[in-house]
């Protein structure tokens, strides 16, 4: 069973601290984890998303949500009508963690088929959806993190352990898994039932407790409303970062001079990323770096989202990630395949543009897609291959080898 909250590949509710930030996606370097192939033969997507950022999706009824027990205090109750709000809405990978607290399309984690298709999904991972809750409640973003995070709150008023069950818990209380880590967070609402968003391929879903297996036990927070953080001066892509005493350099390298340190989960505003420095942390590797709208630079290992960050420019300095000639995607959630066909398992998907190293090129399988037809296709440096449709320059890439 896979819960996870968005961890920047590979289950960021799957390791230890801060459970997050990477999954074994990192596309654009070393990544993590190899992506196995996966056995359904699809279709060459279209560069729109099915669901348009921003459309509501359609929910499922549930009139048995809602604060089902006296006691909890005014936000917590506000937490639970919020978090039942949401039922019916999509489980994705990652969803829930943008700048601001709210739905957002997720991402493939690298590991589970079901999750390919997340990037397309607009909803919440767990911890997205209880971030989202008591965002709403308080007006304060004061469950920025993953469910560990969730879990080891300041805010936390009092805490249950897995032995006492959900006797004592009261609504908008939230409930935990994992062991030796937190994995999972899920909104108590009262008479034995819960609010969670639970895995890839399902939707947020009222359902009964379940206090044995890892359950790990209960926080009550001290939440009070307040005023929501504004977005960081100075212009660029708003993301935010994650983890503790995260730095910035003065160029996109560790071993140059500190510009800040982050205490906590921040906003930043970033300019444009490139490949730079190769950095290991939090056991993930990844070389891409972003420049923030100060002039400094964050590897992206400790910024929410992909490897390589969607809508943001390159800087210009990237080299071809594994050697090749450097080429980048059309569209979003491209996928690769093991062979020069669309019969071929797709190897792996890009939810949005993204920087590719081309080994050659050859003529295969003709393909219509988005109003043109091509034959050729792209062996890329970890030996996937792409139909030329999506990627960009000519049909027949210049300067690139035939195969």
């Given amino acids: 069973m896979r819960h996870h909250t968005l961890r920047r590949h590979v289950s960021p509710d799957r390791l230890v601290r801060p459970d997050r930030v990477v999954s074994a996606r990192r596309l654009a370097t ?25 459309t509501v999706p359609e929910r499922a009824a549930d009139s048995g949500c809602g604060v089902l027990a006296p006691g909890a205090s005014a936000a917590a109750q506000a937490a639970v009508r919020a978090v039942c709000s949401q039922i019916g809405v999509w489980y994705t990978w990652g969803g829930g963690h943008g700048a601001t607290p ?10 589970d088929p079901a999750s390919k298709d997340d990037g397309s999904r607009y909803g919440f991972d767990c911890s997205g959806l209880t971030r989202y ?15 560990s995070d969730q879990y080891h709150s300041s805010l936390a008023a009092q805490r249950f352990s897995a032995a006492q069950g959900d006797g004592p818990l009261l609504p908008g209380d939230l409930m935990f898994w994992g062991s030796g880590y937190i994995h999972h967070v899920a909104m108590y609402i009262g008479a034995g039932q819960m609010v969670e968003a639970y895995e890839s391929g399902t939707h947020i879903r009222r359902t009964a407790v379940r ?5 790990a036990g209960a926080i009550r927070l001290a939440a009070t409303p307040g005023n929501p953080t504004p977005p960081p001066a100075g212009g660029g892509s708003v993301f935010q970062t994650w983890g503790t ?13 500190v510009v800040n340190t982050f205490s906590g989960p921040t906003q930043v505003g970033v300019v444009c990323q490139e490949h730079a420095q190769s950095v290991t942390a939090e056991g993930y590797t990844n070389d891409a770096w972003s420049k923030l709208t100060n002039g400094s630079w964050m590897t992206n290992i400790y910024i929410k989202g992909p490897a390589w960050l969607p809508g943001v420019a390159d800087c210009g300095g990237s080299p071809a990630p594994g050697g090749g000639i450097s ?13 020069p066909s669309l019969d071929a398992s797709v190897a792996d998907l890009f939810p949005q543009p993204t920087r590719i190293g081309v080994v050659c090129q050859k003529h295969a399988q003709s393909v219509s897609a988005e109003g043109y037809t091509n034959d050729a296709w792209s062996k890329l ?23």
């Fill in 133 to 147: 809750a008591y965002y709403q409640a308080t007006g304060r973003d004061i469950l920025d993190g993953t469910a």
């Fill in 211 to 215: 206090t044995g297996g890892d359950y």
């Fill in 102 to 111: 709210g739905p957002t399309y997720g991402y493939y984690d690298g590991s």
């Fill in 245 to 257: 005493d995260v730095r910035t350099h003065s160029s996109p390298s560790t071993t140059s001079g």
């Fill in 327 to 339: 080429e980048s995607t059309w569209g979003t959630d491209v996928r690769t395949h093991t062979a």
């Fill in 381 to 403: 440096t970890d030996g996937s291959w792409m139909t030329n449709i999506y990627i960009k320059g000519a049909a027949w890439l210049a300067g690139v080898p035939t195969c």
């Fill in 30 to 54: 070393g990544t993590a984890a190899a992506l196995s192939a996966f056995t359904l033969a699809l279709a060459v997507p279209s560069a729109a998303h099915a669901v348009s950022r921003g």
